[in-house]
């Protein structure tokens, strides 16, 4: 199972603990309208039916969070949106057609929605949270409005509590919004050089192959049930070619070589600079039949064709058996081992660890 990034854990347990707490709330709304029922059949409907939803929502999530946060989420959005749009517009337009004063019938949902809103604009993707603007002003102005021109109902305590909640929040929404974007944009700059970093740390600098942290890190990630087979790489007289042509040539043949190494297997494989002029290549669920005949395709694509400067150039290979991954340690002893009798055999072939 691949591990998951800082961002990713950062998410889902967000997401776990905004849907709990969701959860929580509308459990409690709901029993609150349970013992205490208004004349209003939409008092009733929307909070039970929002705790059956945001407890379906949970278990949803919670089967698989990697791969449903992002949906999750939007649901989570799109449930907020049925909550608390059809209520302020059915009690704001009976209170306009004098069924009844809003500041007497409307439900104590302000805070929530201010609350809601902010998780939403620090939760969803920038390219929502313009939505989330709109759909504070079609809550927001239709209360305003009426209340402006019902100063009666403005002047109760319940009026003045509702103005003094929906007035800054609309400040606090529009001025926070161009902030927010720069906050986002921030966050994904640091989680981009930070992975850029972690890379690096996990990369041979001259090569741009996987060192050997960066491998020990590829094996981490593998599935419980992998299996591995292990080719260990030497070029041989390397030392001639260092003490002959100088080391930067020496470099650039190290660097040829494993530019070639990555075009050779197409299935999912690592490749990494054990040291000096030693390459591995663990190659993922490979096949017994196929190990074979995918070694001598490495020895042969990396020993045929000459080299820039140095000309001929061949390679020694040693191959491990198939071994549970875990088992990485003993593969690339028995690897180290095979490729120990290639280099004592004339050098230039490749061997199998079971053919020592």
Known sequence: MKKRSIKEEIKIATTYKV???????????????????TKHIIDFVIPFSNVFLMLGLLWFFSRSPDSRARITIKICAAIG???????????????????????????????????????????????YKKYILVLWGILALPILHYLFNHLDELHTPRGREILSMLIPASLLFYII????????????????DLQRSEESAFRDY???????????????????????GVLLIDIDH???????????????VLIELASRLRTVYTEEHAIARWGGEEFVIVLANPHQDTLNDIAVLFQTSLSSLPYKVVGKVTVSLGVS??????????????????????????RNQTVFFPNT
């Open 206 to 228: 001259l090569t741009d192959v996987f060192n050997r942290r960066g491998l020990s890190h590829w094996l981490g990630q593998r599935h419980f049930d992998d299996k591995i």
């Open 321 to 346: 058996t198939i071994n549970h991954h875990e088992s990485f340690s003993t593969l690339i002893e028995q690897a180290d081992k095979a490729l120990y009798i290639a280099k004592n055999n004339g």
């Open 81 to 127: 949106i049925l909550t608390f749009i059809p209520p302020v517009l059915f009690f704001t337009i009976g209170a306009w057609q004098d069924q009844w004063r809003l500041v007497d019938e409307l439900p104590p949902i302000i805070g929530i929605v201010i609350a809601s809103l902010v998780i939403g604009m620090i939760m969803l993707p920038m390219k």
């Open 19 to 37: 849907l709990i707490s969701l959860c929580i709330t509308c459990l409690s709304f709901a029993t609150f309208v349970f013992f205490f029922p």
């Open 238 to 252: 390397f030392k001639n070619v260092n003490d002959h042509y100088g080391h930067s040539i020496g470099d650039r």
């Open 177 to 192: 919004y161009p902030y927010q974007n720069k906050i986002t944009r921030h966050m994904n700059q640091v989680t981009f």
